[in-house]
């Protein structure tokens, strides 16, 4: 509680509100007010979650900021929220990334401008509830409510193939969803009546069924991670959304399977994790080589980006499954860079976009010559997907390289090609686009990027850096529940 | 036992069939043009049969006229929503019905009597209150789906409806009548009793138990006793489409119940193992041939077989929490699709049926509300939160694995997910495609008001669920199960 306000609920609830409210001013008239709306909607959202911040204790691996209601009686189950280590920044980083993605939108977008705000706003508020909720339903119905403003957003303001795109992207994560939901249901009947997540962390299973819900779960977060071979919604998703769409796609969405792995297959199956570690490492190291290889060969910089999360997604995937202090912070802070670099790298992809209306690396070239601020940028952000030292990815991946070297010096030598993969593509990319010759008259016509879109550029450049160089205050806050969760995964929840 | 005792349980009952007569009366003294004191006088008489039931209501289980009639928890609510449905009906077709010149007294008149045949399902306790009810229903429904006489697809889907549904009647009968030969009676608490003494002529028996399941089957129109559906809400007027498809499914649920958890409880192995495969046939056939219809009112049609087919997977699961869930899972259905086909009347004009899926392309942007109203409604039929029709699955899915039938849980949101895409394929449509008719969309207030109210509703019942889920838990309980 703060100044007698539920931090937590507030940070869920007031985007939404402001995000009924954007819907409320109506059709393209009221297209000025929608915006401003959304923007003090999405800055006071992003407020909000600071106190998280500022008062979190980083000595306690328990939950904080907890909030326990009653809600369906019936069933035992609670409006129950609260963040520890693992959580809190992901809330921070995602109310974050609202107030870029409404700035980002604020003259692309100029048809149905309020559903479009009221639609990320909306979204903002259910993420920010799929990582703070702690019963399994309520968890459950942020999680699926969260597809349905970025079925729209994809929709409605997505490219030329949207439809089949969001069509893909919707009933992908439908499936995944649907057998966790019986999963679900199977772990309260054996909790004895609790949809807790907390209390699943405790409840004894036999192996036969950690497996079976092991698989349910690894459904339901691999498509959203995306790991290989169930990650081919999202270079479509990804290519068709608007630049906003792919933000919070990379950004935000690719979070939360990961966080699911972290608060929902280890702590509650971990025999059958560490069962499946082999299995699950050798689909990261698949992600990271296999598809590393893949966005060499792209020709459109948006699915050239899409391919290099999923790599880097493979990154956070095998941190998790080799079950050591390192793997597990790392992938952690590998999962905060890579929201800030890939969101950055689409929107620099988005300002090209919107500017030449074509994704194509080959319609590109010499565009230094005419936007050179805007190419300074790009760089910066190129070299943090590339994994630089000093920029906040290096970090990530260098911890993870450390946990994995420890288990298995062949799976750090296959994780440690995408340093060269990772480099390859993204600078072969931007030396195509960036350097050069100006190549035709679209590109000479461009003009570099305005106040908006260097303030937007800057911010997210402050943390690239600022988190390579400095990562304390965020490993920190990692520390204690990081450490705690290893200890329960070690312990075997065999029933005696 | 005294009259009085024998009235009061039916005194809903009794209040209802004066009135039907009363307005069948006055309605021949009102001129054409002031069908609307009917309309009024019929939304009243469903009010007054609400503060009946309401008032007669006791903590309970009261038998009348020897066993032939209960009147306990369940059946009065069930009641309450059966004439709430029935109002919605009213409101949402008033306008359609009007441009079509079917706004007559005798389909308000005969909208009660199925009323009345419904009240009579939902409290019988013996086989022959059922059948009297389910035929009064039966005929009310044939007759109205024929009302629209100069349609030729109309009083084809008459004619399709009342031959099956004779069909289904007779199977019922004869089952009846076996059950009558092994037991030796017909009101459904004897039948149990004999049932648990133990009956000599197992065969006819089983015989008995397979015709009168065929017999429920057809009626609640799941695989392979769905035929008729299809046809018949295709084509019959999309206000009696409305009625067939909402309301009456409130008094299948009952009927179900009475039968085979009230009489044939001792015979549950017998019967949930039919009604797996039937539930698992309907979900299937359902939800495979729903993908392929571009008519919107078949594709609610095979909508609707896949729904009974997954409520059906509460009675197989048993207990409070299966039949509970039923319970909810119907009325859930009830609400959802008086929307749905409200909002095809609703953008329907005379001599236009919105009726294609074609029609709802472009919604969002003819009428962004409306659009927004049909998303809620869409994605509650799916069973995506925090609508209620996540809800509805949820308690149903819980009462399966509570049974350690985890296996047909998977399957069943395994067809889930298959349904998904064809309610999802309308939003895409509202949302994504550009409107084929520019035509302005014309909402009468009472229609513009009752779609919000059912659109929101199925958000706010979708957050707060406990309260009718309870009810229903415990209408189930204290009616059901304390026998």
Known sequence: MIFGLPVISVAIWLPILFGILVLATGDDKNAPLARLLALVGSVLGFLVTLPLYTSFDTTTSNMQFVELHDWINRFNIHYYLGVDGIS?????????????????????????????????????????????????ILFYVFWEAMLIPMFIIIGVWGGPNRIYATMKFFLYTLLGSLLMLVALIYLYNLSGG???????????????AQILIFIAFFFAFAVKVPMFPVHTWLPDAHVEAPTGGSVVLAAIMLKVGAYGFLRFSMPITPDASHKMAGFMIALSLIAIVYIGLVALMQSDMKKLVAYSSISHMGFVTLGLFIFNAYGLEGALLQMLSHGFVAGALFLCIGVLYD????????????????????????????MANSGLPGTSAFVGEFMVLMGAIKVNFWYAFAAGSTLVFGAAYTLWMYKRVIFGAVTNHHVAELTDINAREILIMSILAIFVLGMGVYPLPFAEILHTSVNDLLVHVAQSKLPL | MNLMANLIPVAAEIFLLVMVCFILIVDLLLAKSSKIYTYLLVQLTLLGCSLITVGTHENGVYYAFHGMYVDDLMSDVLKMLSYLGISMMLVYSRQYLMLRGLFTGEFLVLALFSLLGMNVMISANHFLTLYLGLELLSL????????????????????KYFVLGALASGLLLYGMSMLYGATGSLELGVISHALQQGVQNKPLLAFGLVFILSGLAFKLGVVPFHMWVPDVYHGAPTAMTMLIGSVPKLAAFAFTAR??????????????????????????????SAIAQTNLKRMFAYSTITHMGFMLLGFISGGIEGYGSAMFYTVVYMIMSLGAFGMIMMLSRAGFEADTLNDFKGLNQRSPWLAFMMMLLMLSMAGIPPTVGFYAKFSVLNAIVQTGHTWLAV?????????????????????????????????????????????AGVLILGLMPGTLMSICAVSVQQSLLLH
């Open chain 1, 88 to 136: 809190m920044l992901f809330i921070l980083l995602n109310s974050f990334f609202t107030v870029i993605v409404v700035l980002a939108g604020w003259k692309v977008i100029e048809k149905r401008v309020a559903q479009y705000m009221a639609a990320f706003l909306v979204m903002s508020g259910v993420v920010n509830g799929v990582f703070a909720a702690l019963d399994s």
């Open chain 1, 194 to 208: 609790s949809f807790a997540i907390l209390d699943f962390h405790r409840v004894a299973i036999p192996m036969t």
């Open chain 1, 355 to 382: 500017r030449m209306h074509s994704r194509k690396i080959a319609d590109y070239g010499g565009v230094a010559n005419k936007m050179p601020v805007f190419a300074a940028f790009f760089m910066l952000f190129a």
């Open chain 2, 140 to 159: 009310s429904l044939y007759a109205m789906v024929a009302l629209q006489r100069d349609s030729a697809i109309a009083t084809e889907a008459a004619m």
């Open chain 2, 259 to 288: 039968i085979l958890v009230e009489g044939l409880q001792s015979l549950v192995t017998d019967w949930s193992g039919m009604l797996i495969v039937l539930a698992i046939a309907s979900m299937a056939l359902g939800n495979l």
């Open chain 2, 411 to 455: 399957v069943a949101v395994m067809f889930s997910l298959i349904g998904a895409f064809y309610y999802l394929r309308i939003i895409k449509l509202m949302y994504f495609d550009a409107p084929e008719s520019h035509v302005p969309i014309v909402v009468e207030s009472d229609t513009g008001l009752l779609i919000t109210l059912n659109g």
